[in-house]
């Protein structure tokens, strides 16, 4: 077991560079699948959800090389339909990319339900929506999802989404992309890795149109060839280190970003008093020790994005006045805040409403990480506080942010990696006391 320890209290400074984006790489690596041919991956981010999604394409017969850090080939080819390592993929909510790409590819798909970070339900009804329109046979029993083409190929359809779904878009335009005819998706999201995947497909040679806008073209093709990609950079990570440089009241070039993605988070950013200055691949944050508060409401994309909610709610613990965050997407996305309370933070949750009175003094306490982004957040308050903050459960961190504490380290972070023990289980206790 191991935890995050951080002695908080010094402003970050200096230069980071972003990775690629988790969101596009995780529905990349499956749409390799779908390639006959050798798919050259650049920018591919080092996380723990890339490298199962990457075990789970060696299980299903394709050939995984690491040409350097970010740089991977995956060679196809020679996959064949088979029951993937479903304990990997109960790991990870993008396994359910999974099905448009097995379908696509072998007229069949068995996964397990998405897993991932729990903070609200994540049901797949528009993906099962999607599926269906384009011809497929779907079946949810005992935690797998079982899916069939009755005639061994999908064919185009008009889908209408009920309602905004990043996941459900990206897995239509998987199973589509393979199938015969035309497919248009409508009530589409617009997410920027949305556009990515779409990118990824076309450059091998897929005919997707319409991508970052809400109808969604595509002209199903034969077959995919290979040929290289880099993944645009992460989005969320970027933000997660404007967020932090503001909230430490410290100076930091974030490079390696597409300014335009962070449009959203400068905004609300600037809002707070914080300088944000945009250049072509990079943006420079000032935070100048003396937050405003600021009341925010996550949408989908081109609004602000519900995976940097917490990251901002540990800063405006520290804003003058009081600010309110509505939770626009999930249902249960608060629960970071009993940790934030932990640490001397005042915070009332009224099911999506959060009401921030600032100003808190955060003092170092022993917290843990409920799921990805929160614990981002709590690593942000953690560099802030007072004294020593001790995380617990840091694989969730660890599933979306590349070398995490390294790059805190290097911004002059006092953040280190310390091993612990686990706790015995209570039949260990009753003996060690007999």
Not at 15 to 22: H, L, R
Not at 29 to 37: N, Y
Not at 296 to 320: R, W
Request: a negative charge.
């Amino acid at each position: 077991m191991e935890k995050y320890v951080i002695k908080g209290g010094k402003p970050l400074q200096g230069e980071v560079d972003i990775s690629g984006a988790k969101n596009a790489a995780v529905a990349i690596i499956p749409a390799a699948l779908m390639v006959d041919g050798v798919c050259r991956i650049e920018n591919m981010p080092q996380i723990s959800d890339t490298d199962m999604l990457l075990t789970i394409l060696t299980h299903l017969g394709a050939e995984v090389k690491l040409i350097n850090g970010s740089t991977i080939e995956i060679d196809s080819r020679n996959v064949k339909f088979s029951d993937a390592p479903f304990d990997l993929m109960r790991k990870i909510r993008a396994s359910y990319y999974l099905i448009g790409a097995m379908l696509s590819r072998f007229g069949s798909a068995k996964t397990t339900m998405p897993g991932g970070c729990n903070f609200g339900v994540r049901p797949i009804d528009q993906h099962i929506k999607g599926m269906n329109a384009l011809g497929a046979d779907i079946e949810v029993r005992n935690g797998f999802v079982y899916a069939e083409a009755p005639d061994g190929r999908l064919h185009g359809a008009k889908i209408y989404l009920d309602k905004v779904s990043v996941g459900a878009t990206m897995n239509i335009i998987l199973a589509a992309t393979l199938a015969t005819g035309r497919t248009i998706i409508e009530n589409a999201a617009r997410e920027p890795h949305i556009v990515d995947l779409a990118n990824f497909l076309n450059s091998m040679g897929a005919d997707i149109r319409g991508a970052g806008t809400d109808t969604i073209k595509v002209n199903g093709v034969d077959k995919l060839h290979g040929g290289s990609y880099s993944i645009i950079p992460d989005q969320i990570e970027a933000g997660t280190y404007m967020v932090a440089a503001a909230a430490t009241g410290g100076e930091v070039l974030i490079k390696n970003v597409i300014p335009k993605h962070l449009d959203c988070i400068s905004a609300k950013l600037r809002e707070t008093g914080t300088i944000v200055l945009e250049y072509e691949d990079s943006v420079l944050v000032k935070g100048n020790g003396n937050l405003r508060k600021a009341n925010i409401k996550t949408l989908p994309y081109p609004g602000f994005p519900t995976d940097m909610q917490p990251q901002m709610g540990a800063l405006l613990c520290m804003a003058n006045g009081t600010s309110v965050i509505t939770e626009g997407i999930y249902d249960n996305r608060f629960k970071y805040v009993n940790e934030l309370r932990k640490m001397g933070a005042d915070v009332q949750v009224d099911g999506r409403i959060a009401i921030f009175e600032g100003r808190a003094k955060l003092t170092g306490a022993p917290v843990m990480a409920c799921d990805l982004r929160a614990g981002a957040a709590i690593v942000i308050a953690g560099l802030c506080a007072s004294g020593t903050t001790e995380i617990e459960d840091i694989h969730f961190i660890e599933r979306g942010y590349e070398n995490f504490v390294g790059k805190l380290r290097a911004l002059g972070a006092d953040i280190s990696i310390v091993d612990f023990p686990d706790e015995p289980d209570i039949h260990e206790k009753v003996i060690a006391i007999g």
